[in-house]
């Protein structure tokens, strides 16, 4: 069994920042890459940003030079920095990872439950 918790969430005025984290736990044998996805409202979910097991990052170009992504994997935690927030960043943001749970070498997706970003004056 594994989950993924993700925190830091919240509401922040437009040229503000916030910090998610997401924490998984459970059988971990190894966790590839680790990404955040957001979702609005009637739209498909879309990634924000990516980083594989070798920290290779890959942005959404609607953050690239505001968001950073990072990880701590002596803490199998994932992070989101999120600057100058636009109202347009304004939806759910999950987090994301490929997970091997038996050591042979296969990866599962496995999802947060979804941590909610306003960007509101």
């Known amino acids: 069994q594994v989950q993924l918790v993700e925190s830091g969430g919240g509401l922040v005025q437009p040229g503000g920042s916030l910090r998610l984290s997401c924490a998984a736990s459970g059988s971990i044998f190894s966790i590839y890459a680790m990404g955040w996805y957001r979702q609005a409202l009637g739209k498909q979910r879309e990634l924000v940003a990516r980083?594989?097991?070798?920290?290779?990052?890959n942005y959404a170009d609607s953050v690239k030079g505001r968001f950073t992504i990072s990880r701590d994997n002596t803490k199998n935690t994932v992070y989101l920095q999120m600057n100058s927030l636009k109202p347009e960043d304004t939806t759910v943001y999950f987090c994301n990872a490929a997970i091997d749970t038996t050591g042979r070498g296969t990866a599962y997706n496995y999802w947060g439950q979804g941590t909610q970003v306003t960007v509101s004056s």
């Open positions: 980083i594989t097991s070798g920290d290779n990052t």
